[in-house]
């Protein structure tokens, strides 16, 4: 009986070490995989038979090996780095969570893999078109507080109309005071000299404005504000300078008001020409329109309105929010990759595809924002390597060859004894 036993402790070796050969086998088909968690077989005896006798009382003979679990290896592999915006590295705790459709089964999965890109509905997606778990931004860049798919790609920046002008320029102090009134029908032989500027509306079509600017009497002007299909000036004010001759703006007075086309109500423009030095606070009166004795000119207009625009390029930073850049020149938060921790993440169970699920052995995820409650930050244009380290699975398959050879010797030889019990009869 206990040659009969010998041959199962041995056939128990084998086969033990040839699932171990199988999981070194994968380890090394998946040293290239991105996010790929090395596994190893875990071995433990197999029951022991009891031997009833002798003065040391009760006996045990051990039955072979069995495996007792393949255990995944969570330590983080080494970062790559690629260059494209979208491609994403955990580097400490977490996983990336990912939703739809996998093997015919729907849910939402767990990766290391960041292999993401933007598809033709702009959500944010990987390879197998699972879409990215995070939280969405309204148009002010405040993030939701519960995760939902990622769709960055049809963001837009919504329009805002111009409130504020702010000019910097120079009124020759030499130009003639010119004694006829401001006439909207021919602006340029009314006045001295001029200059324009786009502005938005709220719908954010843009609008060419001309301000003219007219000397009616020294250190005193009046300018007027005229834009397209508008027969009467927009805005009117008056420009004082200091009668010391010195340049300096002393004080301003006027705003724009206008309907623009396709528009209802009046948009009201502030225009700053200057900090002058009768305001309050007092200014220098140097900062923004001057009347030096020199030729009429125009430094800088600004204003703060602009058109809708529509997503150019994102970046990522180590929290994991999503920084739009839009073509009209605006910048914002338009989401948050969220990453999820799980309690025994060894314990997840492989689906293929680079993903896991959770199960009642590694508890259930809990997704929350990168860098928060023990979760790893974010590394843009990189991706995690497999930690998979060759040289040590070739050792461990060197041992795990000897070790099968071994347990064939156990086989043959209890083979051998077990056809000399049987040439006795002979």
């Known amino acids: 009986m206990s040659l009969i036993s010998s041959l199962y402790t041995g056939a128990s070796g084998l086969d033990a070490n040839t699932t171990d050969l199988s999981v070194i086998g994968d380890n090394i088909a998946n040293s290239n995989t991105t996010g790929f968690k090395a596994s190893r077989a875990d071995f433990s005896d197999a029951m022991a038979q009891q031997l009833i006798g002798g003065d040391s009382g009760i006996s045990q003979i051990g039955l072979g090996v069995q495996v007792g679990s393949i255990q995944q290896i969570i330590t983080q592999g080494s970062l790559s780095n690629t260059g494209i915006a979208t491609d994403l590295a955990i580097q400490g705790n977490g996983y990336f969570a990912v939703k739809g459709t996998h093997d015919g089964q729907s849910g939402t999965y767990l990766t290391r893999d960041g292999q993401f890109t933007v598809d033709a509905t702009g959500n944010l997606v990987n390879a197998d078109g699972l879409t990215v778990q995070g939280y969405m931004a309204d148009a002010t860049g ?86 397209a299909g508008v027969a009467a000036p927009v805005g009117t004010g008056t420009l004082t300078f200091d009668p010391a001759g010195t340049g300096a703006l002393v004080s301003q007075t006027g705003t724009i008001s206008a309907t623009f086309p396709n528009m209802t109500a009046a948009q009201t423009i502030n225009v700053n020409f200057g900090d002058g030095t009768g305001g309050v606070p007092a200014g220098t009166g140097l900062l923004g329109v001057t009347q030096f004795s020199s030729p009429d ?51 997840m169970s492989r689906v293929g595809g680079n993903l896991f699920m959770t199960n009642n052995q590694s508890g259930d995820a809990t997704i929350g924002a990168p860098s928060t409650g023990g979760r790893g930050g974010i590394t843009a244009g990189a991706l995690e390597q497999s930690n998979v380290d060759l040289a040590n699975e070739f050792v461990h398959m060197i041992s795990t060859q000897r070790a099968y050879q071994a347990n064939g010797k156990t086989v043959t030889t209890a083979d051998a004894l077990l056809v000399e019990l049987m040439n006795i009869k002979r």
Request: hydrophobic share 40%; aromatic share 6%.
């Open 297 to 347: 000119s125009t430094s800088k207009i600004s204003q703060d309105g602009f058109a809708a625009g529509s997503l150019a390029n994102v970046s990522i930073d180590s929290s994991g929010k999503i920084n739009g850049a839009f073509t009209n020149g605006q910048t914002r938060v338009i989401g948050q990759v969220a990453t999820a921790v799980v309690a025994s993440a060894d314990k």
């Open 142 to 227: 405040k993030l939701a507080t519960s995760p939902s798919d990622l769709k960055v790609g049809a963001s837009m920046a919504p329009p805002s109309a111009s409130a504020n002008i702010t000019m910097q320029a120079n009124l020759n102090a030499e130009d003639p005071a010119i004694a006829a009134a401001f006439d909207p029908a021919n602006p340029t032989t009314t006045s001295n000299t001029s200059n324009s500027v786009t502005v938005y509306d709220a719908s954010g079509a843009a609008h060419q404005v001309d301000v003219f600017y007219t000397k009616t009497a020294a250190n005193t002007w009046t300018w007027n504000a005229m834009t």
